[in-house]
């Protein structure tokens, strides 16, 4: 969950083979999601031997919030790493908020 007060909450469910995000909007504005939903490819360097475990996955999603000439636009970065020998996924989140112009 990444919760930013009076904007908005994002909650991640992850599927054995898919990600659910879901924005719940508590800004009192209006919502408008701006991406495809697909996952981005993610780059390895290192030994791949000892990477390939973790299948490290990068996620995008934008929308903006709020009535034209005051609204907000949110950028949403998700990655996640596969830990499949112990059975888990371990998801960290950022997200960026800014004024729209």
């Known amino acids: 969950m990444l919760d930013a007060p009076g904007l908005f909450r994002l909650d991640v469910t992850l599927v054995p083979d898919s990600m659910r995000v879901v924005v719940r909007?508590?800004?009192g504005g209006p919502l408008a999601c701006s991406d495809e939903g697909y996952g981005r490819?993610?780059?390895v360097q290192g030994e791949t031997a000892a990477l390939a475990p973790l299948h490290p996955g990068?996620?995008?999603?934008a929308f903006t919030l709020g009535e034209p000439g005051d609204t907000v636009e949110v950028r949403v970065i998700l990655a996640t790493l596969r830990l499949t020998d112990r059975g888990m996924v371990r998801v960290?989140?950022?997200a960026?908020?800014?004024r729209a112009v």
Do not use: I, K
Not at 58 to 61: G, K, L, R
């Open 25 to 27: 909007n508590t800004s």
């Open 41 to 43: 490819p993610v780059l």
């Open 58 to 61: 990068h996620h995008q999603t």
């Open 92 to 94: 960290t989140g950022q």
């Open 96 to 98: 960026t908020v800014r």
